[in-house]
C-alpha cells in the first residue's frame, strides 16, 4: 500500500508567521510531488510541485523535498487569512505511475 | 494554469435516476482523465482513471456498473451514476492530465441523492 501521510493538524497560526506544512512518502519510486490547496466545498487547486531535491519557491510559498528522507514540505511565508484551507500532498511516479496518491490534508487555520 | 471544466456543478435528484457529469479539458490535450470521490472532512478517493479511447482502469471496490466513465476524445471524459442512491451523494471531482505538465482539477460536481 503506497502511502502519503500528512499531519492532520488542525495547525494554527497568527497572520505574518510562517506556516510549515510536512508530508512523508513510502514509494521511493514517487518522481513528481505536488501540494494543492482546498477551500471549504471546493475542488483542490494546485499551488506548487516539485520534482527534484531542494527548495523551489514561488512568491510566499516554499516547497521543499528530500527524496533520501522521502520527506516534503511546504512553507507559506507571511501568512495571510486567505491561506486558510486544507492543504493536500501528493506524489506522482513509481508503481502508481501517472496516479495522484493524496495525503489526508492538513487543515490550516491562520488568525489575525 | 491549465482549465478543466466540470459540469453540472450541483445536481440533486430522486433516487434511481441515473446522472451524467462532464470534465472537459479546455486548453490542453489531456491524455489522461482521472474520477476522484471525496465525503466531508476526507482527502480524494480515486475512483478510476480513464484513458482516451479505451477502458477505464477503476480503482478497487468501485463497481464499474454503477460508475459509467467514457472518455471518447482527448478533451472530454463523462462519468454516469446509474440508479444513483442516497449513499452515492458525495463530491466528485475530475482532473485532466499529460506528460507535460500537472493533474488539474475540475470545480467538482456536488450530487445529492434524494
Known amino acids: 500500500q503506497k502511502e502519503v501521510e500528512q499531519n492532520s493538524g488542525p495547525l494554527s497560526v497568527p497572520e505574518g508567521a510562517i506556516a510549515s506544512l510536512n508530508c512523508t512518502y513510502s514509494d521511493r519510486g514517487s518522481q513528481s510531488f505536488f501540494w494543492y490547496r482546498q477551500y471549504s466545498g471546493k475542488s483542490p487547486e494546485l499551488i506548487m510541485s516539485?520534482?527534484?531535491?531542494g527548495d523551489k519557491e514561488d512568491g510566499r510559498f516554499t516547497a521543499q523535498l528530500n527524496k533520501a528522507s522521502q520527506y516534503v514540505s511546504l512553507l507559506i511565508r507571511d501568512s495571510q487569512p486567505s491561506d486558510s484551507a486544507t492543504y493536500l500532498c501528493?506524489?506522482?511516479?513509481?508503481?502508481?505511475?501517472?496516479?495522484?496518491?493524496f495525503g489526508q490534508g492538513t487543515r490550516l487555520t491562520i488568525n489575525p | 494554469g491549465a482549465v478543466v471544466s466540470q459540469h453540472p456543478s450541483w445536481v440533486i435528484c430522486k433516487s434511481g435516476t441515473s446522472v451524467k457529469i462532464e470534465c472537459r479539458s479546455l486548453?490542453?490535450?489531456?491524455?489522461?482523465m482521472f474520477w476522484y470521490r471525496q465525503f466531508p472532512k476526507q482527502s480524494l478517493m480515486l475512483m478510476a482513471t480513464?484513458?482516451?479511447?479505451?477502458?477505464?482502469?477503476?480503482e478497487q471496490g468501485v463497481e464499474k456498473d454503477k460508475f459509467l466513465i467514457n472518455h471518447a476524445s482527448l478533451t472530454l471524459s463523462t462519468l454516469t451514476v446509474t440508479s444513483a442512491h442516497p449513499e452515492d451523494s458525495s463530491f466528485y471531482i475530475c482532473?485532466?492530465?499529460?506528460?507535460?505538465?500537472?493533474?488539474?482539477f475540475g470545480d467538482g460536481t456536488r450530487l445529492s441523492i434524494l
Open positions: 482532473s485532466a492530465w499529460d506528460s507535460n505538465q500537472p493533474q488539474h
Open positions: 480513464s484513458n482516451e479511447g479505451s477502458k477505464a482502469t477503476y
Open positions: 486548453d490542453f490535450q489531456a491524455t489522461t
Open positions: 501528493a506524489a506522482q511516479g513509481g508503481e502508481g505511475a501517472q496516479k495522484l496518491v
Open positions: 516539485i520534482y527534484s531535491n
